[in-house]
């Protein structure tokens, strides 16, 4: 258990009765209540800067040889966030800016699936910003989750599509918040934030993105510690 600069967000990794994570405090909270990240947040009175940039690896063992499940696992990480980093928290519900996934008119351009392996992606050509990923049963609620970061607020699945699909998809990788000069020296073309991604998925996909505002639950950090190192 130690922390670190940087990394991604945190998800389970379960070989046998070993667990293993990765991810700053609020991630380890998303993944441990079955959370959406923007789904967490700190209160106006618990605002220490460390929640979010320090990255902690952690490691543990389960009782037994037998494999957890992903709910015991989780009723572990609560066990840990509570002990280790004191962690109290509230749950409240409020309206937020989100984007929602529509199917555009004229329909889904996505074919249901004929894949029977979990859901993956492949890798066709990408090059520098240009992305050209294939998607292979995936669901709309799993595209949604690996697309997110793309945007500048929560992105939600409104599709009513279900099922795993398989879709390619060729983008332009531009972070919401990117300046233009880093835009420019990474050879992207000039336009504005989440403008590239919106158009491909309109236009490849047969989906819109729409801004919306959305009810959601939250988790707000009352207080947390950091925990000492082993």
């Known amino acids: 258990f130690f922390a670190r600069s940087d990394g991604p967000p945190s998800q389970f990794q379960i070989s046998g009765s070993r667990v293993s994570t990765r991810g700053n405090l609020m991630s380890l909270i998303a993944g441990t209540y079955e959370l959406e990240r923007f789904q967490v947040s ?122 795993g699909f398989d879709f390619s998809l060729d983008y332009t990788a531009q972070p919401p918040g990117m300046t233009a000069s880093a835009a420019a020296a990474m050879g992207l073309p000039d336009l504005e934030p989440g403008l590239p991604i919106v158009a491909s998925i309109r236009e490849q996909l047969g989906l819109r993105v729409v801004a919306a505002r959305e009810r959601a639950e939250i988790l707000v950090i009352v207080h947390a510690e950091r925990p000492s190192a082993n």
């Open 42 to 163: 700190q209160g106006p009175d618990w605002t220490d800067k460390w929640a979010t940039s320090e990255i902690y690896d952690i490691e543990a063992r389960t009782p037994g040889d037998a494999i957890p499940t992903l709910a015991q696992v989780r009723q572990m990480m609560q066990t840990l966030l509570a002990e280790r980093f004191h962690l109290e928290f509230s749950r409240q519900t409020t309206v937020m800016p989100v984007y929602t996934l529509v199917v555009a008119p004229g329909g889904a351009k996505i074919k249901p699936s004929t894949f029977t392996d979990p859901p993956m992606t492949r890798d066709e050509g990408s090059a520098g910003a240009q992305i050209r990923t294939r998607f292979l049963n995936y669901s709309m609620a799993d595209f949604v989750r690996q697309m997110r970061w793309l945007f500048d607020r929560p992105l939600l699945d409104k599709t009513g599509l279900t099922g």
